[in-house]
């Protein structure tokens, strides 16, 4: 049964309300399969696991006459209407399933039906594709992820990726996470998820703070200079590109990592920043240091996703040291500047300032975004996912990408997303912005391979 009518919260309402033309509010993942999955029970997976476990997923948003968005069942949903085939027109000619995703990055969801689509595309080489498109307004990146691994034939949450095991805590941390206690919780999960925050920086706990915390992040984030204006930032178009690396081995991350004295999240974002180097010099502009806005997740990874799903992350702005040109320097300092991300509780205090933001008139809802979105480049995304292959109606799933929306009227999104010992790479962006994103993927790419090579 659904949930009625129900007014939406303040965060989720945030995510409704930025929604533009040239800047669509949507999550986009591709998962790639080994061959053809079985629709029927594909159909059937997704009517039990997604349509009937979740409300959002039957309910539509009606808006009342003061703007205020509320959940409504809808009563006449039909889920073929969000559920469908389609085939990959050119499939064999280079580029074909990259511009049929960006096609749809481009279009929005249609408001008069709950607010998702997942379209298998038939015909790519090698097997299936299915493109799942869903507001951000339903839920965050990571529990969609989750959400939608629970589709697979292992089962619920046999697929979804454990939590890092906890690691000592950095000095400074302890600080913060003993002020946060009244406001967690006991001071067991507290500490539990502190330490996961100093294990990878996107999987912090639920750590939320309420009230003077907003206005206080408020203010940390309005004191961030402008980011550098490059071909990257600018105005928006209607139009929106996709482009997905080649798998790339965990294991060789890893004895970078090892081998250099850094994080696997530490090679990538290094790696990020390098190839950001190299696309701004192959348009001949003097590279400098961007912010890129990271979600933090702020839902613990060892209970089930609620049936209410939602939004519960925060962001933190990290800056990639783009102006170094050594790797090895380059990894050192983006090291420097992870610690310091780890050690702020930046991203609880931004999730008690998105929460109030989604209380004000939208007009000021998008111009605080905005100006916050002037403070930086590009979104970045890093998230776990399975460890072990997982299958779906019959199918292997072969890779996994999948992007948030560039709030902000940010025209560039990058995602890292692992699964099976793989890692793959994801960029999508704006068309006035870079219009060819594979130029960034091989950048990412050439630029590995260089660290790699100094390494050795």
Request: charged share 25%; aromatic share 6%.
């Amino acid at each position: 049964m659904g949930l009625g009518h129900e007014r939406m919260s303040s965060v989720d309402a945030l995510w409704f309300h930025m929604e533009e033309p040239d800047n669509l509010m949507m999550i986009t993942s591709v998962l790639g399969f080994d061959g053809r999955m079985d629709f029927a029970r594909l159909r059937e997976l997704v009517r039990t696991r997604l349509v009937e476990r979740y409300p959002r997923f039957r309910q539509r948003v009606v808006v009342s006459r003061l703007g205020t968005p509320s959940w409504v069942d809808a009563e006449d949903f039909d889920l073929d209407a969000h559920l469908v085939r389609l085939p990959v027109p050119s499939a064999d000619e280079p580029g074909a399933l990259e511009a049929l995703v960006g096609q749809w990055m481009s279009t929005p969801l249609e408001r008069s039906r709950p607010l998702w689509q997942l379209h298998v595309l038939e015909g790519a080489p090698g097997g299936d594709v299915l493109l799942s498109r869903v507001h951000h307004c339903l839920a965050d990146g990571i529990a969609l992820a989750r959400v939608l691994l629970t589709l697979s034939d292992d089962g619920d949450d046999s697929a979804v990726a454990e939590a890092p095991a906890s690691r000592p805590a950095v000095v400074g941390l302890e600080k913060w996470t003993r002020r946060a206690l009244s406001a967690a919780g006991t001071a067991r999960a507290v500490l539990r998820k502190g330490a996961e925050l100093v294990a990878e920086p996107i999987l912090a706990g639920d750590l939320m703070r309420q009230g003077a915390l907003g206005a206080l992040a408020l203010g940390k984030l309005m004191a961030i200079p402008p980011d550098p204006r490059t071909p990257l930032h600018g105005p928006l178009g209607v139009h929106k590109r996709a482009a997905w690396s080649a798998s790339l081995s965990l294991e060789r991350v890893k004895a970078l990592g090892r081998a250099l004295d850094g994080t696997v999240n530490d090679v990538l974002l290094a790696t990020l920043a390098g190839a950001l180097r190299r696309y701004l010099e192959s348009l001949d502009v003097a590279p400098e240091d961007l912010h890129a806005l990271v979600p933090v997740n702020l839902r613990p990874l060892d209970v089930p996703v609620p049936r209410e799903l939602g939004n519960r992350f925060g962001v933190v702005f990290l800056r990639l040291p783009v102006h170094i040109e050594e790797p090895r320097r380059r990894l050192r300092e983006l090291s420097r500047r992870m610690l310091a991300v780890k050690r702020s509780p930046e991203a609880v205090v931004t999730f008690s300032a998105l929460e109030l933001l989604g209380l004000t008139p939208a007009p000021l809802e998008r111009a605080v975004v905005d100006l916050f979105g002037s403070k930086a480049t590009l979104v970045a995304t890093n998230v776990p996912g399975p460890r072990r292959p997982v299958t779906l109606a019959g199918a292997r799933l072969r890779e996994l990408t999948f992007w948030v929306p560039q709030t902000g009227h940010l025209g560039l999104g990058v995602s890292l997303f692992s699964y099976a010992g793989q890692v793959t790479v994801g960029v999508a962006s704006d068309a006035e912005r870079v219009p060819e994103p594979g130029a960034l993927v091989r950048a990412f790419h050439e630029e590995f391979e260089a660290l790699s090579s100094l390494a050795a």
